[in-house]
């Protein structure tokens, strides 16, 4: 069999609460395919894992990362630690929806935190996913 990706020895650690078990793990695509020791097959990359743990994507239930698109669309300091899901907005505060009238203080609000004074062209939730979707 081929893979797209064969991750080899590493301690795989699954989120279950168990104890992390040395294993290999095969992707096709973005999706694991399967999981064991030593498996066999030939891939179009391998990656060495042994000494290092392999586990799925984390997810941050209570992150602040609401603003922090606007100025790293990549979030590369939350994806190299692993993570892959944020929950965001649920300290009574948050980027949208915004009142046609409350623009400028969302605009002063988020300038205070980051740093800059985004156009901030949505108003529904709706928009704002259109908005961080187009950053990239």
Known sequence: MAWSVL???GTVVDGTGAPGVRADVALEGDRIVTIGPD????AARTIDAKGLIVAPGFIDIH????????TC???ESKVRQ???TEVVGMCGFSPAPIARDGVEMVR?????IVGER????WH????????VRALG
Do not use: N, R
Not at 39 to 42: F, S
Not at 118 to 121: E, G, L, N, S, V
Not at 124 to 131: G, Q, S, V
């Open 39 to 42: 498996l066999k097959g030939e």
């Open 108 to 112: 002063d609000w988020m300038a205070g």
């Open 7 to 9: 991750i080899k020895g």
């Open 73 to 75: 669309p990549s979030a």
């Open 63 to 70: 992150s602040h990362s609401d603003l922090v698109y606007q």
């Open 124 to 131: 529904t939730f709706a928009e704002y996913l259109d908005h």
């Open 82 to 84: 692993g993570v892959t």
């Open 118 to 121: 985004p156009d901030t062209t």
